[in-house]
């Protein structure tokens, strides 16, 4: 799979570059849940316009303790003295992880032909994002239970190891096993990093912070795909997967010797373990699983067959098991009710969800529609892309240091995702509608991408505010799960709307006949089979790829129209007083 789903589609081949998602990937309380309500910001002051609230009545009608003019967390002083010296070794985690999600686009041939089994490599990247997705949430809450600086190392270590083994493979099932093992250190390395900047850093500056770390994960994501090329070419794909192990060993070293965090909890390991809601993390796992098997079952293979329709109808009843278990089950649940039941936490999360699965399937697009369509070549599609993926970095530094000078992050979410709406209206626009331009193809998805980038960093800031103290690493981790689940939601329908119109319109412009089923069985295979054709039917096929990419895009942008709705739902909270 992957694209974080998948590396590749029916539609796309490995020539195709993976979309590069500037990411990196929160609570609210209830009235009788806030004692530290002060230490997070909770005012009821309206950050935008000043209005005080008075009594226990918020703007929105809701109940709440009034704070006591406690002003918004300041963060770790000694912890953020150390983030000079921490942050190269932090940085390694993020920029592995990243890498480690592209790193194999374009060795998947050389692999799958050293180990005889081509139609198996898609499982590479699958079983790595299964776990990884799975394991995200998780280490919020075991961070909070057995320290953040422990979580981090185990992290390293997975992660390390899984690469060993993945560089040590002697066939195709030892391989996705250590890639899915690799994954659950993985999820790890980038969401601790971001729950420790959050205990270290101020909550205005924060977002700032976010910045450096989007870009260090861009690079890094950018750096895989052709980084693995020339490894494969030149020394074999297993340096792909042997030279991140000891780059991990370094970051662990780095970690274990130069982070020092302040003890918060002295108890013994069992006491620790049994605070841990392993009932609700069996429920959780199981629900992630089978969603996202199902999802790319379906759009990889058929949404007809029983590999996707069971796991699918299985993941509901699991989801709903999973809110059962932490809402009347668990004394210490991962996702406690105040979390799930909280507007502004639900509504970044949606935010997060909606943005990923839209923009990230449309920038997945982008790419075909370069190559089928204008009959560009894949690294020249991969040239067009570079500005769009600058400017999501670029807008997530922009958010951080806009928040930093004013404390307010409402309308900048709200103007951010309604930007990336308008981006991909125009995109669509300029894909055959009113006009079929390159360059104002260009401009929009830069547009998109600023937009976007802004959106994942403000509503970061938005969870963190809206959460207590003790639940901003809960919070932050659930973040990295919807930006999770919605690429693979928004990849997968996506991939679904553009293969029918894609079908249907081969199959009404070339008519039937055996030669026309075998024109169609070979566009749907190939990009390079379009090549072969004659010149008249080549320009029907390149028409239909138009028309295909064409209702990706119409059904992307109605995906991140409900990221823009759901940023009117979260609440303001001023980052400063």
């Known amino acids: ?82 983030m000079k010296y921490i942050m190269p070794a932090l940085a390694i985690g993020v ?69 060993l083994f993945c560089g040590l493979a002697q066939d195709i099932n030892q391989l996705i096993a250590a890639r899915a093992f690799a994954g659950i250190g993985g999820g790890g390395m980038t969401t601790v990093v971001s729950i420790l900047l959050s205990d270290a850093i101020p909550l205005q500056e924060r977002g700032t912070w976010q910045g450096y ?11 895989g795909a052709p980084l693995g090329g020339l490894l494969a070419d030149g020394i074999g794909w297993r340096w792909s997967f042997l030279g991140q192990a000891p780059l991990c060993l370094l970051a662990f070293f780095a ?15 069992r006491s620790k373990l049994r605070r841990i809601d392993f009932l609700g993390a069996l429920m959780l796992v199981l629900a992630i699983f089978t969603l996202l098997f199902g999802l790319d079952r379906g759009s990889n293979v058929s949404w007809r067959v029983k590999e996707c329709l069971v796991p699918l109808c299985l993941s509901f009843p699991l989801f709903g098991a999973f809110l059962f278990v932490e809402i009347r089950v668990a004394s210490e649940p991962f996702a406690p009710k105040r979390i799930i039941l909280n507007r502004s936490l639900v509504a970044s999360y949606l935010c997060n969800f909606f943005s990923f699965g839209g923009w990230l399937a449309a920038l997945f697009y982008l790419p075909l529609y370069f190559q089928a369509v204008e009959g560009r070549s894949a690294s020249m599609a991969g040239v067009l892309l570079i500005p769009c993926i600058i ?25 951010a995702y309604s930007a990336t709406v308008l981006g991909l209206v125009g995109i669509t626009l300029l894909s055959g509608i009113v006009a079929q331009s390159t360059v104002g193809i260009i401009i929009c998805s830069c547009v998109c991408s600023f937009g976007n980038g802004i959106g994942v960093t403000t509503t970061l800031i938005a969870l963190i505010a809206n959460a207590s103290r003790e639940d901003q690493a809960i919070a932050t981790a659930c973040s990295y799960l919807f930006r999770s689940l919605g690429s693979t939601v928004g990849v997968s329908l996506t991939s679904t709307a553009a ?53 990706a895009f119409i059904l992307d942008t109605c995906i ?18």
């Open 1 to 82: 799979m992957p694209r974080k789903t998948s590396e590749s589609t029916p539609l796309l081949t490995e020539q195709a570059p993976t979309p590069i998602d500037a990411i990196d990937h929160d609570t609210g309380f209830a009235a009788a849940n806030r004692a530290d309500y002060g230490t997070r910001g909770d005012s009821p002051v309206d950050e935008e316009d000043g209005q005080v609230t008075t009594g226990a009545q918020e703007a929105d009608g809701s109940t709440q303790e009034q704070d006591g003019g406690k002003a918004p967390y300041t963060g770790e002083p000694d912890m953020r003295s150390q």
């Open 213 to 223: 770390v989007n870009i260090i994960y861009a690079t890094g994501a950018g750096c």
């Open 95 to 163: 920029f592995l992880s990243a890498a480690d999600q592209t790193i194999i686009v374009s060795s998947y041939g050389k692999i799958g032909s050293d180990l005889d089994a081509l139609s198996e490599t898609s499982w590479i990247a699958t079983a790595y994002f299964l776990s990884l997705t799975s394991a995200q949430p998780l280490y919020g809450k075991l961070s909070d239970i057995f320290g953040r600086k422990p979580c981090l190392l185990f992290a390293y270590l997975v992660f390390g190891l899984g690469c």
């Open 391 to 415: 400017s999501g970095v670029s807008g997530s530094l922009f958010g951080g240091i806009y928040m930093q000078k004013t404390g307010k992050y409402y309308w900048i979410t709200v103007l």
């Open 255 to 269: 970690v274990f010797f130069l982070l020092k965090l302040p003890s918060k909890d002295s108890t013994d390991w």
């Open 499 to 551: 293969n029918q119109t894609m079908r249907t319109a081969l199959e009404q412009r070339l008519r039937s006949g055996a030669d026309a089923d075998k024109i169609v069985e070979g566009v749907r295979r190939t990009l390079s089979y379009i090549k072969t054709l004659e010149p008249q039917t080549r320009a029907i096929v390149r028409k239909c790829y138009l028309l295909s990419n064409r209702a």
């Open 560 to 577: 991140v129209l409900g990221a823009a709705i759901s940023a009117w739902m979260i609440r303001k909270k001023p980052l400063t007083r």
